[in-house]
C-alpha cells in the first residue's frame, strides 16, 4: 500500500494544483465542456496579457524546483510555458491555442508525479527495537 506524502508536501502540492485550476479551467463556457482560465482572459489583452500570465507558470516551477523536481523535467516544464506564452501571443490562434493547451495543468501534474514516485522510492527507517530506552521508561 502507497504511503502518502507529508503534510507540508501534500499541502504544498494542493496549492499548485488549485493555481494552476484556476489558471488554466477557472470557468466553463455555458452548454459546453469547454473549459478555460484566468490565463485565457488574461491572454486576450493585446502585448501584456500573455507575460501576465507567465508570472503564475513561472510561480508553479519555482515550487516544483524548491519539491526536488530533476533539471531535465524542469526543462520540459519550460517548454510548455513557453510554447504557451509564444503562441499564445499570436492573436485569434494564440487565444484558441491556451483553450486547449493547458501549461499549468500539465506542470502541476508532472510536479505531482514526480514528488509522489520519489515519495514511494524513499527507504523508510527501520523500525526502532522496544526497549526502556525507546519507550523513556
Not at 123 to 130: Q, V
Amino acid at each position: 500500500m502507497p504511503e502518502t506524502l507529508p503534510r507540508r508536501t501534500e499541502a504544498r502540492i494542493a496549492r499548485i494544483d488549485a493555481l494552476a485550476a484556476r489558471m488554466d479551467s477557472a470557468f466553463r463556457v455555458p452548454g459546453t465542456r469547454i473549459r478555460l482560465g484566468y490565463d485565457s482572459i488574461l491572454g486576450l489583452i493585446p502585448g501584456v496579457g500573455d507575460t501576465l500570465a507567465m508570472a503564475p507558470a513561472a510561480y508553479i516551477m519555482l515550487e516544483g524546483r524548491r519539491l526536488g523536481t530533476p533539471w531535465p523535467l524542469m526543462a520540459r516544464m519550460g517548454v510548455n510555458v513557453g510554447l504557451d506564452t509564444v503562441i499564445g501571443a499570436i492573436p485569434l490562434i494564440g487565444d484558441i491555442f491556451d483553450v486547449g493547451f493547458k501549461a499549468n495543468r500539465r506542470n502541476a501534474a508532472h510536479i505531482r508525479r514526480h514528488v509522489t514516485k520519489a515519495h514511494e522510492k524513499r527507504p523508510r527507517p527501520a523500525a526502532r527495537p522496544w526497549n526502556k530506552r525507546t519507550v523513556g521508561l
